[in-house]
């Protein structure tokens, strides 16, 4: 490395390069495309750009990281940093300049561009039966008749009028229950979990309460907040899995525990931290903003500022608290589950992969260290097999194949992979290491569906010129468009669109590797690297002053993930007898922008009709929100659980050829009679020569 | 006050009064006749006389308490005191010197001269059916043919051998459960509480398993740790109620609820705080002793000092640590209770009383902060009503007063003192304030139980001479006895005598009054008080060389305390209808060593057969050992909780009437065939003059 140079990586978006040293990390975050807020343009007085300088040495980049490594603390920083924070290593972004190797985390708060998730979560067909219930009841005041005690007094009124029976109380609700029960005049509003135990009581009569359904992804958190008595999506919120800093795949963290002390402790206070931003974050969202006002004052004709509630029309402001959250569902692959909860990970990765449950949990929101009710439990979905967890059955409970006759295939796109086949005659599942490349992580320019990413991409076949369109701008805007709304990478959707458009053009031959019929100056061979790229959008497009392009290490890590699925798809149908699938659902965090004809031609998943293939979002979401607002889901979910067969796919015969079969664009050998008319035939049936297949 | 003296306070014990400047803690210690423990003879190496001083102004004592009203930290006392307990007060007795003052803290472990609890607690009937059983089971290891989880593959095995089904797993013992699995070979030990949830697992065979049953009194705590198996006591542990130094009576500690922020939960932490001492010195007494052994180093002849373990010939010791007591269960008075648990009390003490609950709890031990196995259940005794609560539902279930058809009248002596009258088809019950008088507190000379206590009096009628028995040493020895065995106090079974002595010998008159008639110089005017007091021991035969007396003020306090018992079993035999009793029970944590017939003559209850006076000793302890060891007691409990009928003494007609009647001895008019042969008829049939009476 250069003298005047250093290595600087931002997590968790995992962005990296070498800069100049002296520059700011705001500076430095622009050069290498990462979004971190500054309201204040870098005046030092807004504290919008906390960063965390992590301490270390980290082997997986290898570098050695210090917040010793930037310059001297400033006093502008202590405004916003206080000094437990500053021994952690928080820095401001604005003030902190770079003098050596640094190792920069990117607190969610601190990130510009938020993550566009499919907000109006899909409309899916969900009974109304929550696990908790609210019960509005009046009683009688105490009197030497009847000087009941105030548990007693209110398990009878509930009783009498709702039939309720067998009441228990946790104590944190049993603390608040005399001051409630004397502040509403003895009128009061009662949660019931399960109708089993009392796990709040409120004076006076509330009738809207809530829960939050999340997803924890190996990359990504989705979490949905809903109004259980309407059902309504109040909010959606996501963040990046804090975890990622430990590794981006399942393998790596379940790696870091058994080498580290206290490692998995660490994993799982990192991720509840999280859980509990991310909750805030919903809760902070029923409150309406405020803004400033300038007001005359009418003493002495002076301008006075205030602060006032901006309220949007026609939205309905709750003003929550964390306590108003009194329901959780969960649900996560078996690693995430396991490390969520502090149970060992290591057996699941070792052969026969038991792993340490797979009932459901019901675990109280304390013991969690969930900052919501305390008295709330939080429903754990139940785990499959192996590294198939309580998300797929998330996907399961979601799309019910198990209710069909049609042959289902639903692929769940994520870190880890999850496949599940079959009707309601049988189902099996099976997970595979798909990486993070289609979720647009650790690619060059890959980046979360936030303003500024690539969503669709179109290349001429004839000029192999490129036409895409931008999440946050009409295409139009392409070089008029305000800088935040300018290219800046390319996400999920976009690595789907590419590969096809890639080898459809005739820019890359079914192997991945560029073609030597080349019809622009897109494709070219990086100077520092030496490799070829190609060129998706121009530096004068973006707004961070480079060429966003795709290069060939970028193609091999869209082909390794595709390739594992395809494979998986297979296997499973080969154990199932069946050389075609009725439907195939694709499912993950972009699962709703998929164009299914692109995710053919790439070779996803075996040839099927291009109409029976379906993008069905987040379904593992979709499943935990079901299990929120519908208690006999989280039955269904116990039952399908222990009814799937779960097929350990790298212990299947053959499974490394069919993986490296699968690699090929749409696959080495199989045909795909729904591409004869999309597809070109010089283009489907061409012949790859050995030479050049191992050349790269 | 004059300049050169303090006054000094100790706690729990209650003592207090003024001391010389510059003396040591120690030294004021004993001038007051406190045991303060001292193994080194003040040689600052032991470090044994930790205390604590308290910080504040103490309305109750009217003292400005502060750890500066010390002389200098010595360096010695950092060697047995951190500098977290430093700040909080913690000093060496040996080393701080009185400047000014203090209120000071004696640790239980700081105490010498341990209480003696009637140790093998009474033998009672009770079933074994504990609600946490143990299940040793071996089972296959996963295998691609079986590779159901860890928790599923126990439960298989559970339902196989033991037919338990639907079992449920705290997160902790989930945790722990894949190490416990390979750590035995997939041979284990579960334990599961109610047949319903799986608290614990333990890698191999182990049978004994532990439980340990509380009884919190006003005053006194006393723990009762069980070989769930075998159901013996392994060991019974007591001390003081650390909330004393907070108010003496439940009355005094609901004051300080709603008069002190945050007063609930200091008080709360205090008893928690306690609870956990008191296991761990039952765990800790699971080990044998270490005791110092010289050898000879053979190499060089020098002397070697080892540690070797001293075991007492048949005894068993478990060895156990905290993890290793399973289930708890505990019983208290209502107010005892809701401090405990943190809900608030201030109802219970307003009319018409309602407590916060009747039922029982179950409360997870993490969730209540004791420091046992955390996952294992508490078990909270329900409450009956009132003032009533868990202790007195611990002595019914104990003595099953609803199985009989004898009408009982059940008296338990504490601080608050219970009663319960009736039969199997009825049955009443009532609470009094007596106050601590009965249990040896709160007198000039009363003391707990311990080495040197003053257990048995008698007096001669002839000559007003003392003969007295003391705790822990024969009666021949009373001036050649060691210094530790000497007299120092009178606890609450010699409280019980003397009053009924003095009467019968005619020192006192009916009025508690000193008669004019004394026949020895025993009965003097203390020059101080200028009061009338008895000495019960000479200066040369304590070990505090000052007299110990009772006075007219400690005579008026045992008078106040029998005559609100006496009055409350009167009020309660005319609701039932009754002009006579059965069979009376004397329960306490004393009742054991009650003289029958002296409770008799001090009129502690209304005339009844001597032989039908039974002392029951701790029934509301027995009560919470037959919770712990079958748990269909449990249940009754919850049942007899809401089945007997609770009367509130103070607002019965005429309460007051009956309260100043009962304070004579026996009592001002009722009549006590049963003493006729007992006592001299003019000292029985004694007329008080009105003058005389309203005298004191």
């Not at 991310?278 to 902070?284: D, G, P």
């Not at 192996?386 to 059955?393: L, P």
């Not at 005739?506 to 991945?512: A, E, L, N, Q, Y």
């Not at 009725?582 to 031609?601: E, R």
Request: with cysteine; net charge negative; glycine share 8%.
């Amino acid at each position: 490395m250069q003298d005047d140079k250093a290595t600087v990586i931002f997590q968790p978006s995992g962005r990296r390069g070498e800069v100049p040293k002296d520059i700011t990390l705001i500076e430095a975050s622009r050069l290498l495309g990462v979004d971190i807020e500054s309201l204040c343009g870098e005046k030092k007085v807004c504290g919008k750009c906390i960063v965390r300088i992590e301490d270390g040495f980290y082997a997986k980049y290898n570098i050695e990281s210090s917040p010793n490594h930037l310059s001297e603390w400033q006093e502008e920083e202590a405004k916003f940093i206080n000094a437990e924070n500053r021994k952690k290593g928080y820095r401001l972004g604005c003030c902190a300049k770079v003098e050596g190797d640094v190792l920069v985390f990117v607190p969610e708060e601190s990130r510009a561009g938020k993550q566009v998730v499919s907000k109006a979560a899909r409309d899916i067909n969900i009974f109304h039966d929550p696990a908790v219930c609210v019960y509005y009841i009046e009683l009688k005041k105490p009197s030497f008749d009847e000087p009941t005690g105030d548990f007693e007094r209110l398990c009878e009124g509930l009783a009498r009028e709702y039939s309720l029976t067998n009441l228990r109380i946790d104590i944190q609700a049993l603390r608040a229950l005399p001051g409630a029960l004397r502040d509403g005049d003895w009128k009061v509003t009662v949660s019931v979990w399960n109708q089993t135990e009392i796990i709040r009581v409120r004076p006076g009569k509330t009738e809207d309460y809530f829960g939050i359904a999340i997803d924890i992804g190996t990359t990504t958190v989705a979490g949905y907040m809903c109004n259980l008595r309407t059902m309504e999506v109040v909010d959606t919120v996501s963040m990046m899995n804090p975890q990622c800093k430990y590794g981006e795949d399942v393998m790596a963290r379940i790696t870091y525990h058994m080498t580290t002390p206290d490692g998995l402790k660490r994993m799982s206070e990192d991720i509840i931290e999280g859980l509990n931003t991310l909750i805030s974050k919903a809760v902070e969202a029923t409150h309406p903003p405020k803004k400033k006002v300038k007001k005359k004052n009418n003493d002495d004709d002076s301008e006075l500022t205030e602060w006032t509630e901006k309220h949007e029309e026609g939205k309905t402001y709750y003003r929550l608290s964390l306590d108003d959250i009194e329901d959780v569902t969960i649900g996560c692959n078996t690693a995430m589950h396991h490390i969520l909860l502090q149970l060992d990970p290591q057996f699941v990765s070792l052969a026969p992969f038991p792993p340490v449950n797979h009932c459901s949990l019901d675990i109280r929101a304390r013991d969690l260290g969930l900052q919501i009710n305390p008295s709330a439990n939080i429903f754990v979905l139940p785990n499959e097999a192996g590294f198939v967890g309580a998300d797929n059955v998330g996907v399961l409970i979601a799309e019910e194949p198990y209710k069909t006759t049609d042959y289902q295939l639903i692929i769940d796109i994520g870190t880890n992979g999850e496949l599940v086949l079959g009707n309601r005659d049988k189902l099996i599942s099976s997970s595979c290491a798909t990486g993070p490349a289609l979720e647009g992580a650790q690619l060059s320019f890959g980046m979360r569906a936030a303003p500024g990413a690539i969503e669709r991409i179109k290349i001429d076949p004839e000029t192999h010129e490129v036409d895409y369109k931008v999440i946050g701008r009409e295409a139009w805007l392409k070089f008029s468009a305000p800088e935040e709304m300018k290219t800046k990478g390319i996400c999920g959707s976009g690595i789907l669109d590419v590969l096809a458009e890639l080898y459809v053009a005739g820019v890359i031959d079914k192997s991945g590797v560029f073609s030597e019929n080349q019809k622009s100056n897109r494709c070219r061979i990086n100077p520092d690297s030496n490799q070829p790229e190609f060129v998706l959008a121009w530096a004068n497009e973006t707004s961070i002053k480079r060429d966003v392009v795709i290069n060939q290490k970028d193609l091999r890590q869209i082909q390794l993930a595709k390739g594992a699925l395809y494979a998986g798809c297979k296997l499973m149908m080969r154990r199932m007898g069946l050389d075609k699938i009725d439907k195939v659902k694709i499912a993950g965090a972009f699962g709703t922008h998929v164009n299914k004809q692109k995710a053919l031609i790439m070779g996803l998943f075996p040839d099927c009709e291009v109409e029976k293939i379906l993008g069905v979002g987040n379904a593992a979401g979709d499943g935990c929100r079901a299990a929120l607002l519908d208690r006999r889901k989280r039955i269904e979910a116990n039952w399908v659980s222990r009814n799937v067969e779960y097929i350990e796919l790298t212990v299947e015969e053959d499974f490394e050829k069919q993986f490296m079969q699968a690699m090929q664009i749409p696959h080495m050998k199989d045909e795909f009679p729904h591409l004869e008319e999309i597809v070109p035939p010089e283009i489907l049936h061409q012949k790859v020569k050995k030479k050049r297949r191992t050349k790269n």
